[in-house]
């Protein structure tokens, strides 16, 4: 079993910048893919980024955040981070940290591979 915990949401203008940190515990060894989410009010939950938790590879939304937000992982602190720069109010949205297991399905932005969840972390961007 994996539990994840998201933290560094927080309220921000727009063109500024939030780390969002997402603390692993539990079976990390059975990792393989960590992933962003987001949701915005009234919207589906969309792909931001993923990492190989082991390999370090990543992969973005391009149209939303490429550019702007970077994926990374410290696997001695077992966490995943989010930097996000130049922020937008369209970025509004809870953001989930998501753990996928199955090499198979690596660096996948489909929110049915995703084993493990967070509870979220909300981010509002203000104009």
């Known amino acids: 079993q994996v539990q994840l915990v998201e933290s560094g949401g927080g309220l921000v203008q727009a063109g500024g910048s939030l780390r969002l940190s997402c603390a692993v515990s539990g079976r990390t060894i059975s990792l393989d893919t960590m992933g962003w989410f987001r949701q915005a009010p009234g919207k589906e939950r969309e792909f931001v980024a993923a990492?190989?938790?082991?390999?370090?590879?990543?992969?973005y939304n391009v149209d939303s955040v490429k550019g702007r937000f970077t994926i990374s992982r410290d696997n001695a602190k077992n966490t995943v981070y989010l930097q996000m720069n130049s922020l937008k109010p369209e970025d509004t949205a809870v953001y989930y940290c998501?753990?996928?297991?199955?090499?198979?399905?690596?660096?996948?932005?489909?929110?049915?591979?995703?084993?493990?969840w967070g509870q979220g972390t909300q981010v509002t961007v203000s104009s």
């Open positions: 998501a753990a996928d297991r199955d090499l198979i399905t690596r660096l996948s932005p489909a929110i049915g591979v995703y084993d493990y």
């Open positions: 990492i190989g938790w082991w390999s370090g590879d990543n992969v």
